[in-house]
């Protein structure tokens, strides 16, 4: 009697399992975690640098440098590169398995100056000459476009995170198939550059 409930049980079991896969297969495959897979391929990249303004000396006591300033300041920053997530679209599998990846080009997605990383900063004036706080937060500024500026015009930086989504996307999608049974390849399409 016990040997007839265990395989009663055995059978209910396995008809369940195979109920629920073929209701997955029904629905269609689901692709629909790729924003978080795109999310975990940013490519974050630290940077220390120095931003520095200067103000030439000018006005009618020029020879005493009056007006001359200069500023230093040491900082330290992080640039996220990754693709936008909103361009990238994965396409229902064809009959040979084939999946259809559209994704954009990298680009930077943040630039986060640390704040706390910058110290006291170093300052050289002309006669009657001070540097005001507006100053100061001008040369931050500076520098955390030059930040940007440097991740930017790095096209191996960008190329990297860009191979680096296409890396992650594609095991995704493999991994997706391998759970349900099926062989997925991906065929890259890349998105159009908004003009």
Not at 114 to 141: N, V, W, Y
Request: with cysteine; proline share 2%.
């Amino acid at each position: 009697m016990k040997r007839k409930k265990i395989l009663c049980l055995l059978v209910i079991s396995m008809l369940c399992l195979t109920g629920c896969a073929d209701k997955k297969e029904e629905k269609g495959v689901d692709f629909s975690a790729i924003q978080s897979v795109c999310e975990l391929a940013t490519l974050k990249c630290y940077y220390h640098n120095v931003a520095k303004s200067e103000t030439e000396a000018s006005g009618l006591f020029k020879w005493l440098g009056t007006g001359y300033k200069k500023i230093w300041t040491e900082y330290s920053g992080i640039v996220e590169l990754g693709v936008d997530v909103s361009k990238v679209s994965v396409s229902k599998p064809s009959k040979d398995g084939v999946v259809k990846v559209t994704i954009p080009d990298a680009e930077i997605l943040s630039v986060d100056l640390d704040e706390d990383s910058m110290g006291e900063p170093l300052t050289d004036t002309g006669f009657m000459t001070k540097i005001t706080k507006e100053e100061e937060t001008e040369a931050l500024a500076e520098a955390q476009n030059h930040m940007e500026e440097t991740a930017n015009e790095n096209g191996n930086l960008l190329n990297q995170a860009k191979e680096r989504a296409k890396s992650l996307i594609e095991g995704y999608v493999k991994n997706v198939g391998e759970q349900i049974g099926k062989e997925y390849t991906v065929e890259w399409v890349d998105a159009k550059a908004e003009e």
